[in-house]
């Protein structure tokens, strides 16, 4: 079986880097072998492709009708019209500093079961003495002296440090 696209890409793809067609090297003849190869050939793309604006490849990669997709930063995403169509993007309250905090959504949406991020995630500590307690089988005595030493920090110490530093809850 043969598939079209990843397959004969990087052939199609040389005039698009400026390098004439011409007898292709061994380690990048087949599918297999640019497996085996795939570091070499990842970084002889991905050389070629930094130097580009994303217009560019794009143009050059749809003359050749070869597989290509945008890597987005977070930033893209937080903008991009189809993620928030989609509902890709959630907005939660942050329990240590009460700012919103975007997150991924649920990927991918079912008809019938599609899924809900609910939290962002409890305060470090707030599980500590419960996982402590119920799956490792720590007597209190040894959660004590663990929370005395600063090995662990628990629920009451969590809340009692206060909110979350800006810096650590990024927009």
């Known amino acids: 079986m043969r598939f079209r ?11 698009c880097a400026g390098r004439r067609r011409r007898r292709q090297a061994p ?23 930094a130097g580009l ?8 990669w749809t003359s050749t009708r070869s597989p290509r997709g945008r890597i987005y930063t977070p930033a893209d995403m937080l903008t991009d019209a189809h993620y928030a169509a989609r509902d890709m993007i959630v907005r939660l309250s942050d329990p240590g ?11 991918p949406k079912l ?12 305060l470090l500590g707030a ?8 799956w490792a089988g720590c007597p209190e005595r040894e959660i004590d002296l663990l929370a005395a030493r600063g090995v662990v920090r628990r629920a009451d110490a969590a809340a009692d440090a206060g909110p979350r530093p800006a810096s650590a809850v990024r927009h």
């Open 127 to 134: 599980d500590t003495e419960r996982v402590l307690r119920e």
């Open 27 to 49: 380690t990048f003849a087949t599918h297999q072998a640019r497996g085996r190869n795939m570091a070499e050939l990842d970084a002889l793309i991905g050389d070629w492709v």
């Open 97 to 107: 500093t009460g700012l919103e905090i975007p997150m991924p959504n649920v990927v």
């Open 111 to 122: 008809s019938r079961t599609p899924g809900a991020v609910r939290a962002p995630g409890p």
């Open 53 to 60: 604006r994303w217009r560019r490849p794009s143009a050059c």
């Open 5 to 15: 696209g990843a397959a004969s890409s990087p052939g199609r793809l040389r005039p």
